[in-house]
């Protein structure tokens, strides 16, 4: 905005000097604005202490069926879906049971990972834990809810079940989990029956206690939202982790959409300094540590388990305590170079239209 401005609006002679001059005040504008951008990252992150907490966090991505279900399949489809999980977690309990990989503190599901509700459905509970008698650790699991519905992160306890608290997605996806103005749409097309009934939001967001471990949850592009992940920082998270399923976006063979999450997480670890545990149904999962780095991740479709210490951060950077105020600057002073090149396009028009 700041570049345009300069360019079009700046006043100055009629000279062969003035569009060089342009294009230099043009070139200092986009500097300063790029600055203004990669501030953030440029300021040195801090430094994780060395005497930190750490923890062992394991993600499990089960995979889905590639093909899409019909509606009269979507049960048995949902079913295997859950089974998948359960699979993969058992395949991770044998690992640690033979050796190979150290106990995890915490395992994470990816979101819909049941999307039949299991504290209603009996053979989905037993499912999901037997899942978490065989490893022996709390599972957070993605769960759909239901009366009403839900997507939520639900903690899951070897021998006791789920947690009576949970996560409820915050900022539910326009036309994916709600229709807006589904009264008026519907008058128009009957495409809204493909979401019949509309999710239900959260109001706040929770942070789950296990151990040392204060994990906060997001749930798919929540991640994009800033203050939803801050919120959960300033409540006390010391861990992260993003719950999705790209499985609609990814069977035509694109990976743009879960590629941007995981760039998303990469981000929100360096803006905050805590580590990230992404967890997929069809991939890109991953932990992720507070400098962004990938320490371990998967491909898409494909069932993996992923597992990697990390440590546990307590303290507040920066961005948790300057806020969104850096934001609302920057909109501030975009609207402000608008307007101010509105006006002068408006006076340079009034002094170059002819008297009569």
């Keep these: 905005t700041l570049a345009w401005a300069v360019l079009t609006l700046w006043p100055g002679p009629a000279t062969s ?35 930190a907490a750490t923890t062992v966090v394991a993600a499990i991505q089960g995979n889905v069926p590639r093909a899409r279900a019909s509606l009269a399949d979507q049960v048995s ?23 190979k990989l150290p106990k995890p503190d915490l395992v ?24 978490a008698k065989a490893i022996g650790t709390p599972i957070l699991v993605g769960a759909n809810l239901q009366n009403p519905q839900r997507n939520a992160g639900v903690l899951w306890l070897p021998g006791t079940g789920p947690e009576p608290h949970y996560y409820v997605k915050r900022q539910l996806v326009p036309f994916g989990e709600y229709i807006p103005f589904r009264s008026i749409i519907s008058k128009i097309t ?30 798919c592009y929540e991640v994009g939202f800033d203050n939803l992940v801050r919120s959960d920082v300033q409540d006390g998270a010391n861990l992260l982790s993003m719950q999705t399923n790209d499985a609609t976006f990814e069977r035509d063979g694109q990976t743009g959409e879960t590629g941007q999450q995981l760039a998303m997480a990469r981000i929100r670890a360096v803006e905050h300094d805590r580590a990230v545990v992404v967890a997929s149904t069809t991939g890109y999962s991953a932990i992720i540590a507070p ?11 494909q069932q993996a388990e992923l597992e990697a210490r990390v440590p546990l951060v307590s303290y507040t950077t920066l961005a948790d305590r300057v806020g969104p105020w850096p934001e609302y600057v920057i909109v501030v002073l975009t609207v402000a170079a608008l307007a101010y090149a509105a006006i002068r396009q408006q006076a340079g028009r009034r002094r170059t239209t002819p008297v009569n």
């Design 17 to 51: 000097a003035a569009p060089r001059r342009r294009a230099v005040l043009a070139t200092l504008a986009l500097a300063g604005t790029a600055g203004l951008a990669i501030l953030p990252a440029a300021l040195p992150l801090d430094p994780v202490p060395a005497g």
């Design 108 to 131: 994470i599901w990816p979101e819909n990972s049941t999307e039949i509700d299991p504290t209603v459905y009996p053979p989905v509970y037993d499912q999901i834990a037997s899942a």
């Design 190 to 219: 009957s495409l809204t029956q493909l979401q019949p009934v509309d999710y239900t939001p959260g109001r706040s967001n929770y942070v789950f206690h296990l151990g040392q471990i204060r994990l906060g949850d997001v749930i």
């Design 291 to 301: 400098d962004g780095q990938l320490i371990t991740s998967s491909g898409t479709w």
């Design 77 to 99: 489809d949902y079913q295997t879906v859950t089974q998948n999980h359960v699979a993969a977690t058992d395949k991770l309990a044998q690992e640690v049971s033979d050796g």
